[in-house]
C-alpha cells in the first residue's frame, strides 16, 4: 500500500502517545518513548497509583527506572492521570500494558483487554493506532478489533476509498501486536536495547507509525501480522522456560554421575547454535511471566487441538525444584525442627522486588512446616514479603543485611543471585554462624572458595549426590 493511507502523519513532534496501564511493563515503556521524544499520558484507573508516580515514586523497584520518571516528569514529556477515558481521547496511538493474569485454568483472562478495548470505542474520536504490548494469545489482535467495532454504536469499520454517502462514519483505527520482551531488573535497558523489536500488523498505516516510532532504537525490527507476533511473545517465553528446565534436569543428572553442571553449562553453551544463557541451574524460574505464560501457551495450544506436551513437563519439571532443594536442605542438616536457618534472598531473581510466583515464598512455607527458626534478608524485596509472611518473634525474622540472617544459623540458604551476596565477607559469615553450613540454590559461589573459607558447601548440579534420598545414590560396593 502507498503512503496516500496516511493523511495525518504521526510523529514525535505533533502526536500523544497513551500507555494504558503503569506496572511493570507500562512504566517503563511510557518513560522509554518519553526519551525518545514523545509526548506520553501514562493512564492507570487507580488514583492512588497515579498520586504515587506522579509525586515521583515509581512504586516499585527497578534500576533506573526513578532517575527516568524524575526527568520526564520535569521535562513534561510523561503526564500520569487516572481518568482512562480522557488519555485515550487525547492519544492517536495507544500501548496497552493491563495486567493479563492466569484462570484457575492456566488460561489468560483478557478482561482488563477487553475493558479497555471497550474505552477505546466509547472514544474513536479519530485515527488511534491501539498496540497490545501485555502478553495475551494469539487472535487476541482480532478480539480487539471486534469488540471495538461492535461497543460502538452506530459507526461502522470503513472500507478502504471510504463508505457510501448515508452509511455511518467509518471507524478509524488499527490494532497492532507489539510484544515486550522486558526483564524484570532490566527493564530500562531493554527498553533502548532490545534484541529485536516485533511488530504485527494488519495495515500499511500501522507498519509505518510503528517502524517510525522504533527506528531510532536503531535494532531489528521484525515486522508480522498481529497473530503471527502475539505467538512469538509466548514462544519466546515458553522456550526459555524449557531451557531452564531442560538445565535443570541436566543438573539433577551431574549429581548422580559426579559432574559439574556450570562446566556442562559452558561446554554446550559455547556451541553458537545453543548460547548460554538461561541455561543456570537452581531452584527454578518464578515471577509473573514464565509460569503464567508458559500455563496459557498450553491452554491455548489444548484448545486447537495441539498437543504441547513437552510444555507441560517443563512445568512439572520446574514445579519439583522446590521439592529438590528441601531435600537437598535435608540431606546437609539432617534434621530440621527448631535449627535456625539463614535465607538470603526473597525476590523471584535478583534486581527486583517482586516476589510473585517466587520460588522463596514455596520454601519458607516448606522450611516453616518443617518447624525451622528463618531469618530472611533480601537487598529489596522484604516489604513485599511481609506482606505475606509477617515476622513472629520466635520464627521468622527480617534483618537488615546477609550478616544479620545468618547470626546463629545452623544453615544459610542462597535463594537469590543478588551481586551483593557475591561480593560477602565469608570469613565474617562464618564467624557470626553457629554451624557454617551454605546450600547454594543458584550457584553463585565458586566451591573451592567457599570451602576455602571454611564452610561445608552444596550447591546444585555440581557434587556428587550424598547417598540418602533415593536408592540410586547410593554407590554400588566395589569387590
Ligand atoms: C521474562 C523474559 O525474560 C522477558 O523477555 C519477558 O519480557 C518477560 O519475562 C515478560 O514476559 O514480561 P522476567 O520474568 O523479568 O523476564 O525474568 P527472567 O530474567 O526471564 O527470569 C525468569 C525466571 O527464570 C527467574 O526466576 C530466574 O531466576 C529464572 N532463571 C533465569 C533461571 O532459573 N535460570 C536461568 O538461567 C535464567
Known sequence: ???????????????????????????????GLADLGWKVIGADDDAKKVGLIRSGDPIFFEPGLSELLTKHLQSGKFQPVDDVEAAVRAASIIFICVGTPQK?????????????????????????LIVEKSTVPA?????????????NAGKSLGAPGGSAPGSPAPLEFDIASNPEFLREGRAVEDFFHPDRIVCGVDS????????????PLGRPIVITDTSTAELIKHAANAFLSTKISFINMVSDLCEKVGADVTAVTRGIGLDSRIGPQFLDAGVGYGGYCFPKDLRAFIHLAEEHGVNFSLLQEVEAINQRRVDIFIRKVHETLWTLRGKTLGILGLAFKAGTDDIREAVSLK?????????????????????????????????????????????????????TEWDEFRQLDLTRVREVMEVPILVDGRNLFDPATVRKAGFEYVSMGRDKARGVATKAHTPKPTA
Not at 512446616?369 to 513472629?392: C, H, K, W
Open 204 to 215: 500499511e498505516r500501522a507498519r509505518k507509525i510503528l517502524t517510525d516510532l522504533y527506528t
Open 363 to 415: 520454601i519458607i512455607q516448606a522450611l516453616l512446616d518443617e518447624g525451622s527458626i528463618l531469618r530472611l534478608y533480601d537487598p529489596q524485596a522484604m516489604p513485599n514479603t511481609q506482606a505475606v509472611f509477617p515476622p513472629s518473634t520466635d520464627r521468622l525474622t527480617y534483618c537488615s543485611s546477609a550478616y544479620e540472617a545468618a547470626q546463629g544459623a545452623q544453615g544459610l540458604l542462597l535463594v
Open 139 to 151: 487472535i487476541t489482535a482480532q478480539w480487539l478489533k471486534r469488540t471495538i467495532v461492535r461497543y
Open 1 to 31: 500500500m502507498s503512503d496516500h493511507l496516511i493523511p495525518q502523519e504521526i510523529n514525535s513532534a505533533n502526536s500523544t502517545i497513551t500507555v494504558l496501564g503503569l506496572g511493570h511493563i507500562g512504566l517503563p515503556t511510557a518513560l
Open 104 to 128: 484457575a485454568s492456566g488460561q489468560a483472562d483478557l478482561a482488563q483487554v477487553e475493558a479497555v478495548a471497550r474505552v477505546v470505542a466509547r472514544n474513536l474520536n479519530g485515527y488511534k
